[in-house]
């Protein structure tokens, strides 16, 4: 049995922002990094949120993130916009370039925002969920630190890799996935080895090169692509596309440049946002229907849309709260600086 705790999304809120704080982050980088963390853990994310604190906290503390970042948006074309980070979190530099994006893929269908010099730790769904809310469809693509191996090798060379895709849907959820190219999120892995729990096989090698389901030994290991070559050749895409084409560092890079401390990595990230209306003009509303026909007939059959449990959750968590391990919570309280151990609301659950 796990003991667990449960609070409101306000006192998670207010608990992240605390954390943050202490750790002397600029007021701007609190609100957007808090924004992302609460995202994910209110839609039941446990490896994208409170958890995610730690490592914030921790890259700030060893100096790996600009405590003051300030991003510099450059309208590089018409079709393109550059935010530097300027060593900051993501979220922040994401928040400075989007509005001019958004812009400048209504008046032309299409835009791509390219972050470069950016700690990035987050799910990428929360950039581009609230794009396909405003009508627009949009991709985001980002490398991480070198911990997968390819297919057919057994030494890290690509980051996680994440991809996300959403599309919009008149009066419903939009049509959102995010999903490594790695056979899970090394955050799944991490919180394993915390809870003393073995992984699936065939996610990750031990140092050895052999398969393990140690998750201790994978994170000292290599983690594995999903789907073998085809992973491996996606995550090869993402590579290159968030990486030599927006300037910035290979996974491989990041991990070098990281000497060793094992703090966020510090890389690109690129979003490409396209708008249905432009490329339809009076045709939007017949061909949003038609894409309903794709979903009515995924559903129809009893198969499930990707995103539709964090809805689920994100409807949950607003009446009941949000719920992690207890030993979790007290870890946090300490991050926050809090003396007193106030009695928690703990749960049993198997």
């Not at 100096?63 to 900051?88: F, H, Q, Y």
């Not at 049509?175 to 729990?197: C, K, Q």
Request: glycine share 10%; aromatic share 6%; with cysteine.
């Amino acid at each position: 049995m796990t003991k667990t705790v449960t609070i409101s999304v306000a006192q998670a809120t207010e608990l992240s922002q605390e954390i943050l704080r202490r750790t002397g982050l600029s007021a701007e980088q609190c609100e957007a990094v808090a924004d992302v963390i609460l995202a994910a853990q209110r839609d039941e994310c446990h490896s994208h949120g409170l958890y995610r604190l730690i490592g914030c906290a921790y890259s700030v503390k060893v100096g790996r993130v600009n405590k003051e970042a300030s991003p510099i948006v450059l309208d590089a074309a018409p079709g393109v916009v550059k935010v530097d980070a300027d060593r900051g979190f993501s979220s922040l530099a994401y928040r400075a370039g989007i509005d001019l994006v958004i812009d400048k893929a209504r008046r032309q269908g299409l835009a791509a925002l390219a972050i470069n010099n950016c700690c990035h730790f987050s799910a990428l769904w929360p950039e581009v969920e609230p794009l396909a809310e405003q009508g627009l469809a949009a991709i985001a693509l980002t490398p991480s630190h070198a911990w997968v191996a390819p297919a057919g090798g057994c030494k890290p060379v690509f980051g996680t890799n994440p991809f996300a895709f959403a599309w919009p849907r008149p009066g419903q959820h939009p049509f959102v996935f995010d999903f490594a190219t790695s056979a899970t999120a090394r955050g799944e892995i991490e919180l394993h080895r915390r809870a003393g729990m073995p992984i699936a096989p065939g996610l990750a090698v031990n140092a050895q090169g052999e398969l393990t389901t140690d998750a201790t030994e994978a994170l000292g290991g290599a983690m594995l692509t999903f789907g073998g070559h085809k992973g491996s050749a996606l995550s090869t895409m993402i590579e290159l596309l968030a990486g030599p084409l927006i300037g910035d560092l290979l996974s491989l890079e990041s991990q070098a440049a990281d000497e060793g401390l094992g703090a966020t990595p510090l890389h690109g990230e690129l979003i490409i946002v396209l708008d249905p209306a432009v490329f339809l003009g009076g045709y939007l509303d017949a061909n949003l229907a038609r894409a309903e026909l794709l979903f009515d007939a995924i559903t129809g059959q009893g198969a499930r849309l990707p995103s539709q449990r964090r809805y689920e959750a994100r409807e949950r968590t607003s009446r009941l709260g949000v719920t992690i391990a207890d030993e979790l919570y007290r870890e946090l309280l300490v991050l926050a600086g809090r003396s007193d151990t106030e009695k928690l609301p703990v749960q049993q659950f198997a």
